[in-house]
């Protein structure tokens, strides 16, 4: 075996990275010529990767505003959102991010988001941006405390974030018997026949987070107020919200749900009445992820399928941390 110089060695280590990529592109390319079924792929999401005593979790959709992509995310102390508040972080290529700050924080004393503000998305309109978010009131008790979504807006991305005064936009309901009467929560906007279609997730009193279910509130303007559709629950499964416009329809992806419904991905031509279209993989599909969806607020009836994303990630004796989703998916054929 030939022995290398130290100038060779060197030139081999600065290459090997660039070989790795090129390896990893060329199989991705691959896969897609003949993959029939969805392929999810995970990768570190530089910056907002696992660290010691932070919580990073349930991003938000990703925008890009110039060259800039942004998201927000629940962020705390412990590995649940009930202790949290909202920060977010920049991108200039997805993989690689700059946590910049804390977005909002959690509400005055006695109010209905004092105790944590988490699970965030954004929604562009009206030259605003809308930042939703679900929150609890303290005190807080997991088996009882009930959550509910509102908004805040700011003129930047990189706020200043006001609280709208309709707060809390959406609630959980009264009626015990019904779907979201104990939580309310994960919003997901996209703008849909001139008005703003906010898909939620909603899990009634004295059940499990496994049994949470897709419900949807759609409102005339982006600060509300929203009104839930009578056909809610719209999908019986659904514990991570992820919509998204496709061609004239919506999409959703469900992680959790019964036989038939979980690991699955379901298409609606009105956005509100789903099918299941093909099964996902359970060991790899996007858990609690945030995707890019350029189409999302445009309202032209173009959607196209969802390319990468940021999801939540786990590792033993760590606390929850973000990274990099990126998708492959097969020629869909649509019920």
């Given at each position: 075996m030939k022995t290398m110089t130290p100038a060779e060695r060197f030139s081999e280590r600065r290459s090997r990275p660039l070989r790795i990529a090129i390896a990893w592109t060329l199989t991705l390319l691959t896969l897609s010529t003949w993959a029939d079924e969805p392929i999810f792929s995970s990768h570190d999401a530089q910056g907002l990767g696992p660290d010691a005593g932070v919580m990073r979790r349930d991003p938000s959709d990703i925008?890009?505003?110039?060259e800039t992509y942004y998201v927000w995310y629940s962020r705390g102390p412990v590995s649940h959102g009930y202790d949290a508040?909202?920060?977010?972080?920049?991108?200039?290529?997805?993989?690689?991010?700059?946590?910049?700050?804390?977005?909002?924080?959690?509400?005055?004393?006695?109010?209905?988001?004092?105790?944590?503000?988490?699970?965030?998305?954004?929604?562009?309109?009206e030259g605003r941006y809308w930042l939703f978010y679900?929150?609890?009131?303290?005190?807080?008790?997991?088996?009882?405390?009930?959550?509910?979504?509102?908004?805040?807006?700011?003129?930047?991305?990189?706020?200043p974030w006001t609280r709208t005064e309709g707060n809390p936009v959406v609630s959980a309901s009264s009626d015990v018997s019904l779907f979201d009467s104990m939580r309310v929560d994960d919003a997901c906007l996209i703008v849909r026949d001139g008005r703003y279609w906010l898909y939620f997730k909603g899990r009634q009193m004295n059940r499990s987070w496994m049994e949470t279910k897709l419900g949807v509130a759609i409102a005339d303007k982006p600060e509300g107020p929203y009104v839930k559709h009578p056909g809610n629950p719209l999908v019986g499964g659904g514990h991570e919200?992820?919509?998204?416009?496709?061609?004239?329809?919506?999409?959703?992806?469900?992680?959790?749900?019964?036989?038939?419904?979980?690991?699955?991905?379901?298409?609606?031509?009105?956005?509100?009445?789903?099918?299941?279209?093909?099964?996902?993989?359970?060991?790899?599909?996007?858990?609690?992820?945030?995707?890019?969806?350029?189409?999302?607020?445009?309202?032209?009836?173009?959607?196209?399928?969802?390319?990468?994303?940021?999801e939540t990630a786990r590792r033993d004796g760590q606390l929850p941390y973000l990274r990099r989703v990126d998708c492959i998916w097969p020629e869909l054929t649509l019920p």
């Open positions: 925008i890009q505003v110039g508040t909202i920060w977010y972080a920049e991108s200039t290529d997805g993989r690689s991010w700059r946590e910049r700050g804390e977005a909002l924080a959690r509400g005055d004393t006695g109010s209905w988001d004092e105790q944590s503000v988490f699970t965030p998305n954004i929604l562009v309109a679900t929150a609890v009131a303290k005190p807080f008790v997991n088996t009882t405390s009930k959550t509910a979504i509102g908004i805040a807006w700011a003129e930047s991305p990189r706020g919200v992820m919509v998204w416009p496709f061609r004239q329809g919506v999409l959703s992806l469900i992680n959790i749900g019964p036989e038939g419904i979980g690991r699955t991905l379901q298409y609606s031509d009105d956005g509100l009445r789903f099918s299941r279209v093909c099964d996902l993989d359970s060991k790899t599909i996007p858990f609690a992820a945030g995707f890019f969806r350029p189409e999302a607020f445009k309202d032209r009836g173009r959607g196209e399928m969802v390319e990468w994303g940021i």
